[in-house]
């Protein structure tokens, strides 16, 4: 804007296209418009334009950080949080790189990656482990011979397909949001259980 404006100077000064591209090549030195533009903005002015302002052009809007759009994100993302920035991006019809702006800067998100947690328990199968937990306790208090009886065993789904990974699971979450969770294994209608038991 400040270059066009020195070009129409230029230009109501008597000043030639030639003469008016070396003034703005030694006052914006790397910064100068090209020379195309600087004869065609010099052009528009010797044709009767006033105007300094660019052209209205279809496409996307050149501001797209407002209000609106940040609110189109928020609502997005409290209805999918796993969305990426490109579809993000192709709802809002803005670029990738202002929805990101708009995702971190604005909406003050982060994408993270799900932690593998082992089982998802619930209050009772909590509850229920703490009492086995407690009475193993009190009967090797009671009985000095009681860990020598143990037979260890462990056991673990074979599922018939691969779980999602932890980067497919990532989700934006907020400052203060609690990080996703992610069962290490989800249940499926094909597998196999294999049990290993040893003293």
Known sequence: MEQRL??????KAGKSATQTLKMVNAAYGDQALY??????WYGRFRDGREDIEGDPR????TECRNDNNVEKISHLLLQ????????LANEVNIGKDTVRK?????????????????????PEQKDRRT????DLIATADSDPDFLKKIV???????????PTTKRQSAAWVGETSPRPKKMRFQ???VKNMLVIFFD
Not at 131 to 134: G, I, S, T, V
């Open 102 to 122: 708009t995702v971190v800067e604005d909406l003050r998100k982060w994408k993270i990656c799900s932690r593998f947690v082992p089982h998802s328990l619930t």
């Open 58 to 61: 279809s496409g996307r809007p």
């Open 6 to 11: 020195a070009i129409t100077f230029y230009f």
């Open 187 to 189: 249940k499926s209608l």
């Open 152 to 162: 260890t065993g462990d056991e673990t789904w074979c599922f018939a397909y691969d």
């Open 35 to 40: 020379r195309s533009n600087v004869f065609r």
């Open 80 to 87: 999918n949080r796993h969305l990426s920035l490109r579809m």
């Open 131 to 134: 009492a086995a937990c407690r």
